[in-house]
């Protein structure tokens, strides 16, 4: 091979090992330490022994379940209204739309840890939320220390943080269906409902299962919002998989357990994707 075309594979390298080096080793490596355990101190083959051993999990199966909860309420919730502001925010007769487009999307350039914070502290017996809501008779909500409001403290947190985010996505999208399309739709009397679900919803489908699978992702990795919250709690009612995660290898040191839970939630994240894109009708 001759110098000239070396020189692409030189610029390249240095990404290659980095990817190589933070990307698929560390993928590797949690993969066979899925399968090991730690004896006296160093680390054995233990087989499948970690992943029979999340079928006998009770804290696992819990932490699941509540990962589902959030992801079945807050993820549709969260798509729905990331569309209907961008549809809003992408009519020409609205004004000062750099400054709501802007708003909107300001929470998801926030620090995960300290929106987290904020919302605990707003969240609290005799916070702002409650000494508001006092104000026109409704009796103080046991956000954090109720198994109900707890998970819906982290859907609300959730859907304020990430709302925006997918706004923008589906703004870009929107300003790329030609015009024509409303044109002729309401020349042939179609009202601006009939517009958004018959032209703007199927234009958009793509940009929704790509929303979607991201959302699913994240979602399944939840790990912020109910550390800082909720802390799992009351009584695991908030316990997440990535929260779980966390929990097995830091405060337990069972790395190789784990690592099992880790490659678990890859998995249901591979089998909710797939499910996705049947349901979008997309190969």
Do not use: C, H
Not at 122 to 145: H, R, V
């Amino acid at each position: 091979m001759n110098r000239a075309k070396r020189f692409p594979y030189l610029f390249a390298a240095p990404a290659i090992l980095l990817f190589l080096a933070f990307t698929v080793y560390p993928i590797i490596a949690s993969f066979v330490l899925s399968f090991q355990e730690r004896v006296n101190g160093e680390y054995v083959f233990a087989g499948l022994k970690n992943y029979s051993r999340l079928w006998n999990d009770d804290i696992f199966w819990t932490a699941m379940q509540n990962t589902f909860i959030i992801f079945v309420v807050q993820v549709p919730v969260m798509i729905i209204l990331a569309m209907v502001l961008a549809n809003v925010l992408n009519n020409q007769l609205l004004k000062l739309k750099g400054f709501f487009r802007v708003s909107f999307f300001l929470p998801a350039v926030t620090s995960l840890v300290a929106y987290s914070i904020l919302f605990s502290i707003m969240l609290q017996e005799e916070g702002i939320i409650n000494t508001a809501l006092s104000y026109i008779g409704i009796t103080a909500i046991p956000w954090l220390s109720d198994p109900f409001w707890a998970k819906a403290s982290i859907i609300i947190a959730m859907t304020w943080r990430w709302t925006g985010y997918n706004m923008v996505i589906f703004l870009a999208a929107l300003q790329n269906i030609p015009e024509d399309l409303y044109e002729a739709a309401s020349l042939d009397g179609a009202n601006k409902f009939k517009q958004f679900f018959y032209i703007t919803v199927p234009q958009l489908k793509p940009v929704i299962l790509f929303a979607g699978i991201l959302s699913t992702i994240g979602t399944l990795q939840l790990f912020d919002e109910p550390f800082n919250l909720t802390g799992g709690g009351p009584a695991d009612s908030t316990m997440t998989l990535g929260l779980y995660i966390y929990q097995s290898g830091f405060e337990y040191f069972d790395f190789g357990y784990a690592s099992a839970i880790a490659y678990a939630v890859v998995v249901m994240v591979g089998i909710l994707s797939i499910i996705q894109f049947k349901i979008a009708g997309d190969d």
